[in-house]
């Protein structure tokens, strides 16, 4: 059985990272929670089932989950595997331990409205991030002085990323400038703009900001050292001072459409769905068609295309899937 520090007691990885959800996040909905937990949805329909039958989940009067308190889930599942697994006794017993971690995981919770919190495990702040982006509800605003994306930073962001953009809450975000240096960086950046996001770069950053729904903000302990943590905040004053820092880099950057056709590396490589939508636009001849094969809007799959036809310097479609051809594209 693969899984977290729970699996001694029984749990496995999904089952510990749902339960984990709902102990940061206590009486919301199960909607989409896949999405944020990287999970295919049938693993976390099954945990959610297996959750609620050892009583380690609830659900409120209003539809929302919430997680049993640490120490009762602990000693539940303690017990059970006690019983089951007699011969496991002694590091079974040993297993109070993890009371005071998942206690943390609970009082990493939302924050009171003046507090401000320290974050110093790399895991607990992914796991912050990723919350506060999945429960954004109007806008998310970021300052991030990345030079590259890897493919498995990509991989991580797509999800949440599309979810968010998908449901309306717009995005904006500087980027250095020299991360357009590098193709698949480019290329995941086009397909954002494609989705409806708005993207700057500026010529040196050192700042790095994260604010969601203009309330909650997260910036580094030190900016020139990021593995010393991070804080969070809601505190009005601090979130009002760093909005405006944001802001004013904002205001002094350049929009990405203005500087992608400058850098090389914009026509190096498709995204993948720009790809798909190559795809798409060589095998069908309607655009809804297409989208619809995708599962995406009409007006994002046009812009698509229009970025392909840029990219390939391409007059027309037939135009561009000749020389998609020539490429070796398609």
């Not at 039958?53 to 000693?75: C, F, K, N, Q």
């Not at 010393?228 to 505190?235: F, H, I, P, Y």
């Not at 790809?275 to 297409?290: I, S």
Request: glycine share 6%.
């Amino acid at each position: 059985m693969n899984g977290g520090i729970l699996s001694i007691l029984g749990l496995d990885g999904t089952e510990e990272r749902v339960y984990r959800h709902f102990l940061r996040n206590p009486g919301t909905s199960t909607e989409d929670i896949d999405v944020l937990l990287h999970s295919p949805r049938d693993d976390v329909e099954r945990a959610l089932d297996r959750l609620g039958e050892l009583s380690l989940l609830r659900s409120g009067d209003g539809g929302g989950v919430s997680a049993a308190d640490p120490e009762t889930a602990v000693d539940r599942l303690t017990e059970m595997r006690l019983r089951e697994l007699h011969e496991q006794l002694r590091q079974v017993t040993g297993s109070r331990r993890l009371v005071a971690e998942l206690t943390a995981e609970r009082q990493a919770g939302p924050l009171a409205s003046q507090g401000v919190e320290r974050l110093e495990v790399l895991r607990q702040i992914r796991d912050r991030i990723d919350d506060l982006a999945f429960f954004a509800r109007q806008e998310i605003l970021s300052v991030e002085p990345y030079t590259a994306l890897t493919p498995e930073n990509i991989a991580h962001a797509r999800p949440l990323d599309t979810r968010c953009l998908r449901r309306g809450v717009q995005i904006r975000s500087v980027v250095l400038r020299e991360a357009l240096d590098h193709p698949p960086t480019v290329a995941y950046l086009r397909e954002l703009t494609a989705q409806g996001a708005s993207i700057r770069a500026a010529d040196s950053l050192s700042e790095r900001i994260l604010v969601y729904d203009r309330r909650t903000a997260l910036v580094p302990v030190d900016p020139s050292d990021t593995s010393r943590g991070a804080l969070v905040t809601q505190q009005a004053g601090l979130v009002s001072n760093i909005l405006a820092l944001f802001e004013k880099i904002w205001t002094e950057s350049t929009d990405l459409s203005a500087l992608i056709d400058t850098h090389p590396a914009s026509t190096d490589v498709l995204s993948e769905m720009e790809q798909r939508v190559l795809e798409e636009m060589c095998r069908v001849a309607k655009d809804e068609t297409g989208a619809r094969n995708l599962d995406i809007s009409v007006r994002t799959y046009r812009r698509h295309v229009a970025d392909v036809l840029r990219i390939l310097g391409a007059a027309s479609r037939p135009h561009a899937a000749l020389l998609a051809h020539e490429k070796g594209w398609i």
